[in-house]
């Protein structure tokens, strides 16, 4: 996909990326099997960031495997529903202490009493963290109540009216 196709996904996408605090992740494990699993995210604008504890088996099979997929739901009936799918690669950092994105989501998240309480407890628990953050390679974004949505979907529902 077309690095401005991917910015335009992106950029479509800016309110369900603003608000989502979770994700699905799905990468292969180390043994090659897939693995999908709810992560929470952040977005800077420019990245998708997980965050993790160092020692996590994830980081280990991220690093042999980069290549993930991600998907980004929001809404609970048809006319609402939006999603967001990604295709890339990660890049891992290991950071001393806590990755500075997964406090970001806490703050947006949780009143500002229980985000503190959460940032005194993740400093005192984690010694380093792996930050993940997704490069896209490619993206697309729906938005099924404005009829934004898959192409065979779309082609259906003209055929069935």
């Given amino acids: 996909m077309d690095p401005k196709q991917i910015a335009q996904e992106l950029a479509d996408a800016h309110e369900l990326l603003s608000q989502a605090s979770m994700a699905r992740l799905a990468y292969n494990g180390l ?3 897939p693995r999908a699993i709810p992560i929470g995210i952040f977005w800077t604008g420019d990245e998708i960031v997980m965050s993790t504890a160092a020692t996590a088996p994830k980081v280990r099979a991220l690093a042999a495997r980069p290549e993930v997929a991600l998907s980004i739901d929001a809404g609970d009936s048809p006319g609402s529903a939006k999603s967001l799918s990604v295709r890339g690669v990660v890049h891992l950092t290991i950071v001393d202490g806590v990755v500075p994105e997964y406090l970001a989501a806490a703050r947006k998240n949780f009143d500002a009493e229980y ?5 005194r407890n993740c400093r005192a628990m984690y010694d380093q963290m792996a930050r993940i953050a997704v490069e896209p390679q490619w993206a697309r974004f729906y938005d099924f109540g404005a009829g934004r949505m898959p192409q065979f979907l779309a082609e259906l529902a003209r055929k069935s009216s």
Wanted: no cysteine; charged share 50%.
């Fill in 115 to 119: 985000a503190a309480e959460f940032e």
């Fill in 31 to 33: 043994d090659g099997r």
